[in-house]
């Protein structure tokens, strides 16, 4: 029996900002004892999850993605404030936030949509954009939200970056990184 595996359409961050990102969490992982920290190389933003997905869906959603986005251009997001998703006190995800952004909103709809007119059924959840860092909070002591800073740079000073692809990623559970890239798809500034 073939392999099946988990697939998602996300926003691929640059190279750097991942680095950045990974760096942040190794000065600053002590504070927050959680089970599992996300590779470096898997740091991203969900766009639509798909799950498994049969060959001749994947095919269509695949084929026509381009398309399906070439309305959109490259643009920038920055890094905001720290959060969790789940139980106050013991979060399931610690997460980074982005800055509000109308063009990323968009993207999403338009992927969205797409993946929805090529079968998928997804979740129906509204889009709230964040990068994982960390999954399953394990320390003695409740979480503390209060404890919890943007990600800056060590002078303060915010982190912009610009988001130029969509990727669909592979989901490799037993591998580190887990997830490889399937099909990349980069935006195209018309201009």
Known sequence: MAERYHYFFAVKL???VKAF??????????????KRWVHEADYHITLAFLGFAE????????????????????FSLT????????????????????NESQVLNDLQKQVYQHCIEAGFQL????????????????????????????IVTEDGKEVSFQINEVVLYETHLDKAPKYKEYAVFPLINKK
């Open 79 to 98: 890094l905001t404030k720290i959060g969790t998703f789940g139980p106050a006190k013991s979060p399931r995800i610690f997460w980074t936030g982005v």
């Open 21 to 34: 990102i990974g760096n942040w969490i190794e000065r600053n992982k002590r504070e927050f004892p959680f």
């Open 123 to 150: 979740d129906k959840k509204p889009f709230r954009p964040h990068i994982t860092l960390a999954r399953k909070w394990e320390g003695e002591q409740p979480f503390e939200k209060g404890t919890a800073t943007p």
């Open 55 to 74: 060959d001749e869906m994947k095919a269509k959603a695949v084929e026509s993605m381009a398309t399906a986005i070439s309305d959109i251009p490259p």
């Open 14 to 16: 640059p190279n750097e």
